[in-house]
């Protein structure tokens, strides 16, 4: 039968045939695990081990660090590269020893039984090498494959472990944009048993550097906005981050925005455009910092909506240029 249409009853199934066996059970993750690795392998280990299996979660070779600090967070713990002294080891949200780093080598060693719990595209080699081989590659996450067969062998989580699951699904989805239709009602069951979604999400948060934050704080207050035609032109001044503070004037209302500095005599530009921009006013960032580049002997380019220049001379000049061309460029409709 093909992966994607077999019953999710199947994988009950052979997890409930290990707890009769009293197979002795390492469940396995990728290197340098993501969150959905390190949340499917502690879970499914933890529900293995509340029915009776001699059970343990690890990662091959690493954990990321959003993956230790949820782990921290909970008071949990994950194995790396454990010794392979078992009769099991179950592979999650893993399709093949690559996935696995250097540990691989390993685990293809590895003389006992072999399971792969998967839902990234299926790899040859391990259906061949597994005793039990199950992949759902339209699951956009194995925290959700995993949800879903606990719940088929009527088990229930801890809101810790419904936690653990969501913060899996929100990090594979990228925050549920590439979620199926079927998240969301994973999703609710995961809060109904307790997941708390906020504090997911605020650990989910990467945290930034609180330099460039100050910096596009500054480029804001530093901001001077003028109309050109019907076009918003917002200028400013910063000697960091030009770019990304240009992408963020934008983001907050400009249709173009133009950030630079000088440093003694060194001139740098950066500029950003909204497309409808571009589109309107025919106006190629590009191009635009190319020509202005030359008029202070430097050198400039980019796309139609991203650009830099840098050259040589006063910052002044080039601002009063700069607001030159562009009222010479965006002349009014006739
Ligand atoms: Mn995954």
Redesign the pocket.
Known sequence: MAQASRPIKEAADFLEKIVSRKDRTLVLCHHNSDL??VASATVLSETLKGMGVDCRAAAAESVSTLGKTILHFFGKEIEVDPPLDFDLVILV?TSGYGHLGDFGAQVREFPGKLAVID?HRPVEEMQKAAEFYFVKEDYS??SELIFKIISEMGGTLSPEQASLLLSGIIS?TAHFRLARPETFGILASLIEAGADYRKMIEILKTPEDPSRRIAMLKAASRSETTRLEDQIIVFSELGSFEGDAASMLVRIGADAAFVGCEDKGDLRLSGRARSEFVEKTGLHMGKFMEELSKTFNGSGGGHPSAASMNGKGKFKDMKKHLFKQLQQKIKPKT
């Open positions: 959905d690795a949200d839902h996450s194995e594979d």
